[in-house]
């Protein structure tokens, strides 16, 4: 059974940082893609960031490029989400997936975790 484990959410003001963790089992991690996605109250879950199956390729939605990076550790089968110079519309709770990709497309991943609130305040 593929498991999921989002952790690291939080409350913050705006400009501060936080990191997520994700941690993944039941599934070899390295032979899949790994994403990042969001959902706001009254919004579609929207894309993150992700790593392509090879894990070599990183993608990121144009609202985060510079704030937020995408890293994992294979031999822990976790993946991290820095997020730095958090604004208050980065408020969402904070899904990770893993799935066979593409990366950018929520249809491309087939199990997800329970999410993590982030809450940025003004």
């Known amino acids: 059974q593929v498991q999921l484990v989002e952790s690291g959410g939080g409350l913050v003001q705006a400009g501060g940082s936080l990191r997520l963790s994700c941690a993944v089992s039941?599934?070899?991690?390295?032979?899949?893609?790994m994403g990042w996605f969001r959902q706001a109250p009254g919004n579609e879950r929207e894309f993150v960031a992700a790593f392509s199956r090879s894990g070599i390729t990183t993608y990121y939605a144009d609202s985060v490029k510079g704030r937020f990076t995408i890293s994992r550790d294979n031999a822990k089968n976790t993946m991290y989400l820095q997020m730095n110079s958090l604004k208050p519309e980065d408020t969402a709770v904070y899904y990770c997936a893993t799935g066979r990709g593409p990366g950018v497309s929520p249809g491309g991943y087939d199990y997800w975790g329970q999410g993590t609130q982030v809450t940025v305040s003004s």
């Open positions: 039941g599934r070899t991690f390295s032979n899949y893609a």
